[in-house]
């Protein structure tokens, strides 16, 4: 499951600023997960706090702008 995705906007040829041809977005995990299942594997509570969640279906790594 690919969480990012690709977008490419309309680009009109009378626009001052520079084009941006290909923008990205993320779609996080709990978009695809309907009900939650029962017995989802769980994370340790000290590896749970680190990552932001209980689930492992559910984390999503989170990357900064330099990180790209």
């Not at 499951?1 to 009378?14: E, G, K, L």
């Not at 709990?30 to 939650?36: N, P, V």
């Amino acid at each position: 499951m690919h969480q990012t995705r690709v977008w490419h906007p309309y680009v009109s040829p009378n626009d001052p600023c520079p084009p941006q041809r290909t923008k990205t977005y993320i779609v996080p995990p709990s978009e695809y997960l309907g009900f939650q299942p029962p017995n989802l594997p769980q994370f340790s509570p000290s590896e749970a706090l680190r990552r932001g969640t209980l689930w492992p279906i559910l984390y999503s790594p989170y990357k900064g702008k330099g990180e790209r």
